[in-house]
T-cell receptor
Framework: NAGVTQTPKFQVLKTGQSMTLQCAQDMNHNSMYWYRQDPGMGLRLIYYSASEGTTDKGEVPNGYNVSRLNKREFSLRLESAAPSQTSVYFC?????????????FGPGTRLTVL | GENVEQHPSTLSVQEGDSAVIKCTYSDSASNYFPWYKQELGKRPQLIIDIRSNVGEKKDQRIAVTLNKTAKHFSLHITETQPEDSAVYFCAALRPTGRRALTFGSGTRLQVQP
């Protein structure tokens, strides 16, 4: 099993350009998440999808959109990139459940917006 | 929503010493508290977790304690080794509403050989 995969690994954009970050998981998990990680600020939730067909905003959703394409795939789109979106982006997945379950993270995408 | 505070932000210990990282959370409804380790340039990985019906959990050199009344939980690493050097994140999960982890800001642990 590959676990959680993300593409691309690195990306440089100019201000105003758009791009989509791709994420896929092969663990048959119901829930998927997008985080951004900035120095000294931990992991902040951008959007999440509790199950196929649903998406919800997290702490920092402005400037982003998501699509839960199917159970395996959850993409993050930047419509008009800004320097403030320079960050490392992690996708994660987990089994749903009220008791909480381990989140498995992808390898991350390092995005620089000039 | 949930708010998780983590202290200290950096911690330096000598090899063989113990390390303790503390977190507090704001929402008394939170019921799941994982700890993640992130090595430089790598993805976060779960090292231990605890649920609200348990006060303490141990896995070899790592232990986590939970005080629900005070709304804080701690990570304890004994007999530290250089390979324990990493950034550690605590997190909390509410059973209702936003069903996603809220993370602390991280602790950079350095174990000096």
């Amino acid at each position: 099993n590959a676990g959680v995969t993300q593409t691309p690994k690195f990306q440089v954009l100019k201000t105003g350009q758009s791009m989509t970050l791709q994420c896929a998981q092969d663990m048959n998990h119901n829930s998927m998440y997008w985080y951004r990680q900035d120095p000294g600020m931990g992991l902040r939730l951008i959007y999440y999808s509790a199950s196929e067909g649903t998406t919800d905003k997290g702490e920092v959703p402005n400037g982003y959109n998501v699509s839960r394409l199917n159970k395996r795939e959850f993409s993050l789109r930047l419509e008009s990139a800004a320097p403030s979106q320079t960050s490392v982006y992690f996708c994660a997945s987990s089994e749903a459940g009220l008791a909480g379950n381990e989140q498995f993270f992808g390898p991350g995408t390092r995005l620089t917006v000039l | 929503g949930e708010n998780v505070e983590q202290h200290p932000s950096t911690l330096s210990v000598q090899e063989g010493d113990s390390a303790v990282i503390k977190c507090t959370y704001s929402d008394s409804a939170s019921n799941y508290f994982p700890w993640y380790k992130q090595e430089l340039g790598k993805r976060p990985q779960l090292i231990i977790d605890i649920r609200s019906n348990v006060g303490e959990k141990k896995d070899q050199r790592i232990a986590v304690t939970l005080n629900k009344t005070a709304k804080h939980f701690s990570l304890h690493i004994t007999e530290t080794q250089p390979e324990d050097s990493a950034v550690y994140f605590c997190a909390a999960l509410r059973p209702t509403g936003r069903r996603a982890l809220t993370f602390g800001s991280g602790t950079r642990l350095q174990v000096q050989p």
